[in-house]
């Protein structure tokens, strides 16, 4: 099994910058892809980024442009820079490990609460 855990959240005003990371463990060879989720109040939880073990990246419109997506594969860390946050940026993100092996899964972390203020 895999377990994600995360940290980094906090508060900050808008404009400002965080970094998220999440430090993974268990069977990583398992999986292939990460990814940061995150899941504002009251809304579904929706895609942010997504990287690969080579480090190929895709994000969602949203947060094209202000957040990095990175990892470090010796480490087993994944991380996320946000930056130029926006109030509509706060959400509870959640880390994601996709599994492929035996069979595919998804592991998540327990989240880490991200508030922007205005």
């Known amino acids: 099994q895999v377990r994600l855990v995360e940290s980094g959240g906090g508060l900050v005003q808008a404009g400002g910058s965080l970094r998220l990371s999440c430090a993974a463990s268990?069977?990583?060879?398992?999986?292939?892809?990460m990814g940061w989720y995150r899941q504002p109040p009251g809304k579904q939880r929706e895609l942010v980024a997504r990287i690969t073990r080579g480090g190929s990246t895709n994000y969602a419109d949203s947060v094209k442009g202000r957040f990095t997506i990175s990892r470090d594969n010796a480490e087993n860390m994944v991380y996320l820079e946000m930056n130029s946050l926006k109030p509509e940026d706060t959400a509870v993100y959640y880390c994601n490990a996709e599994r492929i092996w035996p069979a595919r899964a998804d592991y998540w972390g327990q989240g880490t609460q991200v508030t922007v203020s205005s």
């Open positions: 268990g069977n990583i060879f398992s999986t292939n892809v």
